[in-house]
């Protein structure tokens, strides 16, 4: 319940500040959190960006603006951050389909962006499989890029690399080193490691859990950490069945007990399918933990 109420807090703090200029890592800290988990868990829980959501909410406030005062679009337009008129109303028409001066020649059919609140979720009947377990330390192989988490730009770029590696052979190379004996059975993973509290910048892997000294051209081998763990498994059509795994890991099952992130690697694990049906597919989230 911790972490609900630090997200509570967050989200009072953003309203209470929208004019000013928010700092994403002052915003972070209040959640005890680092700025790229932060932004990553916000993400999740809401389907936007932080930056996309304080751009929404700061057109929908301006929208209000435009038609109860009397203020000038430009003052509007400086009051949420905006630099030029110009500026304000390129992203006032990219929300709101329509200019600002059309507002004030009556043309009203504006939309509005609420404030986002965070409740603990009970799903009655639906249940969550996980564990808790700890594990030494293990080696990985495959391949590697760097990534941030500035305005979403993981969510991007994370699916055009597996895709690439899916189409180039990297894969098959990859599952050619797979331990089978290894703790996560010689599943392919995708990882997000090598977090820093001062940088949205992290590496991400697709992987096998390997013991060989043998590295492939093109591959880098890393050290996933002793840690314990929170493991989750679902089944469902990828890649909704985990994003929604995800979800629930932060909206119900964090704010029900009494564990905390942290901050390692995480994990996505891929075991295979017994019969191969694309709307069954098995797949487990990895969290390190602490109490």
């Known amino acids: 319940m911790e972490w609900l109420f630090r997200l509570k807090k967050v989200m009072e703090h953003i309203e209470e500040n929208i004019k000013d200029d928010l700092d994403i890592r002052e915003i972070a800290s209040m959640a005890n959190s680092s700025e790229f988990h932060f932004q990553r868990v916000f993400c999740i829980l809401t389907g936007y960006t932080l930056k996309d959501y304080i751009r929404r909410r700061r057109l929908s406030l301006a929208a209000r603006d435009l038609v109860s005062s009397d203020?000038?679009?430009?003052?509007?337009?400086?009051?949420?951050?905006?630099?030029?008129?110009?500026?304000?109303?390129?992203?006032?028409?990219?929300?709101?389909?329509?200019?600002?001066?059309?507002?004030?020649?009556?043309?009203?059919?504006?939309?509005?962006?609420?404030?986002?609140?965070?409740?603990l979720s009970i799903n009655g009947g639906v249940t969550m499989d996980y564990e808790i377990v700890e594990l030494p330390a293990f080696q990985v192989v495959g391949r590697m890029i760097t990534t941030g988490s500035d305005d979403g730009e993981n969510f991007k770029v994370i699916p055009r690399f597996w895709q690439e590696v899916m189409g180039d052979g990297s894969f098959e190379e990859i599952m050619k080193l797979a331990?089978?004996?290894?703790?996560?059975?010689?599943?392919?993973?995708?990882?997000?490691?090598?977090?820093?509290?001062?940088?949205?910048?992290?590496?991400?892997?697709?992987?096998?859990?390997?013991?060989?000294?043998?590295?492939?051209?093109?591959?880098?081998?890393?050290?996933?950490?002793?840690?314990?763990?929170?493991?989750?498994?679902?089944?469902?059509?990828?890649?909704?069945?985990?994003?929604?795994?995800?979800?629930?890991?932060?909206?119900?099952?964090?704010?029900?007990?009494?564990?905390?992130?942290?901050?390692?690697?995480?994990?996505?694990?891929?075991?295979?399918?017994?019969?191969?049906?694309?709307?069954?597919?098995?797949?487990?989230?990895?969290?390190?933990?602490?109490?």
Request: proline share 9%; charged share 25%; net charge neutral.
């Open 71 to 119: 203020k000038g679009i430009l003052e509007i337009a400086l009051d949420y951050g905006y630099e030029s008129q110009a500026s304000f109303t390129k992203a006032f028409g990219r929300l709101h389909g329509l200019a600002p001066g059309a507002v004030r020649q009556g043309r009203q059919v504006l939309k509005a962006f609420p404030p986002i609140s965070f409740h």
């Open 179 to 291: 331990d089978s004996k290894g703790h996560t059975k010689g599943a392919p993973m995708g990882i997000c490691i090598d977090f820093t509290d001062d940088s949205n910048r992290f590496n991400y892997l697709v992987a096998c859990e390997s013991r060989g000294d043998k590295l492939p051209k093109g591959m880098v081998k890393k050290t996933i950490p002793a840690h314990q763990w929170a493991v989750f498994k679902t089944r469902g059509p990828l890649p909704d069945s985990i994003q929604l795994l995800w979800k629930r890991i932060f909206s119900e099952w964090f704010p029900a007990t009494q564990y905390n992130h942290a901050k390692g690697p995480e994990l996505e694990i891929y075991p295979p399918s017994e019969d191969d049906d694309p709307e069954n597919c098995p797949s487990e989230v990895w969290i390190p933990i602490e109490k």
